[in-house]
């Protein structure tokens, strides 16, 4: 059974940086597109960053991160455990939110930063930006 566990959020103020961490487990024989997603108070659940686990390709960045976060995957080999990173700099309070690593076993998507597109989600884990 494929699972995700994220890890690495936590308080910083405006202009730090994070970097997040989503452990995949779970035996896949073919890669597949990851990605984060957040969640702010009130809002809808929006596409962040996704990468497609065939040696990083297939990158997407939403509007709103691009230039400072980065999306990248831990090239290891071991199949049975992928993991992918989520580097933000320059966090704003505007990115606080709970972040949310999400999978699909489809490929390709309908579109890669649409939350319906995937079924497999962690936990998520905060990220507070003070001002």
């Known amino acids: 059974q494929v699972q995700l566990v994220e890890s690495g959020g936590g308080s910083v103020p405006a202009g730090g940086s994070l970097t997040l961490s989503c452990e995949r487990t779970?035996?896949?024989?073919?890669?597949?597109?990851m990605a984060w997603f957040r969640q702010r108070p009130g809002m809808q659940r929006e596409g962040v960053a996704t990468i497609y686990t065939a040696r990083g390709h297939n990158i997407h960045y939403a509007d709103s991160v691009k230039g400072r976060f980065t999306i990248s995957q831990d090239l290891s080999g071991d199949k049975t455990r992928t993991k992918i990173y989520l580097q933000m700099n320059n966090l704003q309070s505007d990115d606080t939110a709970m972040y949310y690593c999400a999978t699909d076993l489809s490929f390709p998507l309908r579109s890669w930063l649409r939350a319906e597109e995937y079924s497999i989600w962690g936990q998520g884990t905060q990220v507070t930006v003070s001002s």
């Open positions: 779970g035996y896949i024989s073919a890669p597949v597109q």
